[in-house]
Each structure stands twice: as C-alpha cells, then as structure tokens.
C-alpha cells in the first residue's frame, strides 16, 4: 500500500542520493569545462551540490535516519546524568572547565537540529569543538606560563638555567610542564610547546554534549553518516564528528566504573533522576493539556 511504497522510498533515499551525488562527481571530472578547476575545485562543486539538494529535501531525508527510541533513550539518560555526573568523574581539570565556555559551546551543538544540509550539521559540530579547544589551549598556556614564570624566578634566585635532565648550562631545556626555555643573553626566551589533545578534549566534550539536552542528536548523527560525503569526513570535520559519535555511545551506554562510581551507587542515582525526570515530564504535560469550560483538565483514558 502507500505507507509501505513510502517506507521503502526512505529506506532507499540514502543509497539514491550517494549514487547521484557520486554520478556528477565524475561528471565534473570528464568534463572539460570542470576539470580544470582540479581536485579541490571539483570536490567544492560537490559539496554546492550536496548542500542545495539536501536543503532542499533535508526534511523529508531526515525521516529515514530518524530513530525516535534512540532519540528519547539518549536525551533521558543525559538529563539524568546531568544531575549527578561532574567533571571530575570525567577527569576534567578544574582549569579546564568553564561553565561560560560549556555554554557558548552548548549553543552552537543545538543548532545542529536547526540545519537541514549534513554539511552545515557538521559545520555547528566543528565550531563547537573548536569552542573548547580554544578554551583548552588558553587554559593551558596560561598554566604554563605561570609554572615558566615561577621556573624563570627560581633560576635568577639561584644564578644559573637548570635544564632538564637538572644539568646547568646555558642552552636550557624543557620542562616537566612542556614549556621549552633558551638563554639568549641574561633573558630566558619561553617556548610553549604544549596544546590540548584528545585526552583533554573528549572528555570536556562528552560533558557539552552531556549538559546540552540537544533534541534528536542520535538522529542527527545518523542523518549525517547516511547523506554527507564520506571524503568530507576524512579531516578536521571529520575527526569532530567521529568525536560526536564517540560521545553520544559513550553516555548512552555509560556504566558507574568507568567514571569512578560504585556500579550499585549509580545505578541507583541514575534511577532516582530518571525518576524524578518522569514525574517533571509528567507535571508539565498536565499543565498543557487542554481544560474544560470549568479549567478543571479532563481525564485520559
């Protein structure tokens, strides 16, 4: 019937675009008239083409990655989490957490449902990585900084540059703390060597997307895996998305031992919030539904 002919046209959508999205890539590499904007040029042309069909048809695309079930089991779970889990159980340096930052980055992550084309999708993802990137980085610099600073008046006090293997010379060294130092003249130059990677990054990203409460994200993934280039993801973008994958499989199946918890101690909290969640959800649609002329809500059945 029409609900099963429209089933099986969205269980075919993805294979349909990714085999017409691949047919005028080639096109525009026999083309003459294309082929000399080269390789770069013509993955451009692909990427244009992409974002215009998909926004065009994002909506209706968007209806055969969609898994509600996925969807509502993922943002329960955070909601719960959110009430209990901290950084520290993610092991995330108290330097390295700033809820102002946790907010501009929570923002650009929930515009992710607002956008259509799987490009611009990965786009709200990649500035929302960048966000806390930015904010590792100058939490770290200014960490190191301030250990260089104590290093450098510890040295004048003694009158000599210590490197680090503890011989004096005037070379210099590298510390513990990653911060490079050279003499040059009286002076000791600081080189900072030291920037965030992903043992910083990830877990500061899990708790983004942990306290963003962002709708449909597992579908959003999904949509993205099945209608976006695969050679777009093979970069910078790419390693931002695999780290929103990373992420939402992480809480989704996060158990008390892998933050630290007692696996009966979690369970148990976890099962009072999505408790009290229940009864919040509950409250708040018996506040919508509609009410008789008398404003008493009628009963359900």
């Not at 082929?35 to 013509?42: C, K, N, P, S």
């Not at 909601?79 to 390295?96: E, G, N, Q, Y």
């Not at 043992?199 to 409460?213: E, G, K, T």
């Not at 649609?285 to 008398?294: E, L, V, Y």
Request: proline fraction near 4%; include cysteine.
């Amino acid at each position: 019937d029409a609900r099963d002919a429209k089933l099986a046209a969205l269980r075919a959508l993805p294979r349909r675009c990714a085999t017409f999205f691949d047919a005028a890539e080639s096109h525009f590499e026999q083309s003459p008239a294309w082929r000399r904007l080269g390789q770069v040029g013509i993955a451009s042309a692909r990427h244009a083409l992409e974002k215009y069909v998909m926004g065009k048809i994002g909506d209706w695309a968007f209806e055969s990655s969609r898994d509600d079930a996925k969807d509502a089991a993922l943002r329960a779970k955070c909601r719960a989490l959110a009430t209990f889990v901290t950084p520290r159980h993610l092991d995330i340096k108290p330097s390295l957490c700033n809820e102002v930052v946790v907010h501009i980055a929570k923002d650009e992550l929930l515009r992710m449902d607002r956008c259509r084309a799987p490009s611009d999708k990965v786009d709200c993802v990649v500035k929302c990585a960048s966000v806390i990137f930015s904010a590792l980085n100058l939490a770290r610099a200014g960490a190191a900084t301030s250990s260089s600073s104590t290093s450098s008046s510890e040295r004048n006090d003694a009158g000599t540059t210590t490197t680090a293997n503890g011989e004096d010379g005037e070379n210099g060294g590298t510390s513990s703390t990653g911060v490079s130092t050279k003499s040059k003249g009286d002076a000791p130059v600081v080189i900072h060597e030291s920037r965030a990677g992903a043992d910083d990054f990830l877990p500061a990203f899990i708790y983004v997307v942990l306290h963003a409460d962002a709708p449909r994200l597992a579908s959003n993934c999904a949509y993205v895996q099945d209608f976006h280039n695969p050679a777009s993801l093979m970069s910078k973008n790419g390693y931002c998305f695999v780290n929103l994958q990373s992420a939402v499989e992480f809480l989704l199946h996060l158990e008390g031992n892998q933050i630290g918890m007692d696996d009966a101690e979690f369970d148990q909290k976890l099962a009072d919030a999505m408790e009290a969640q229940r009864h919040t959800d509950a409250s708040a649609a018996s506040r919508t539904r509609p009410r008789n002329g008398n404003g008493v809500v009628p009963p359900q059945y």
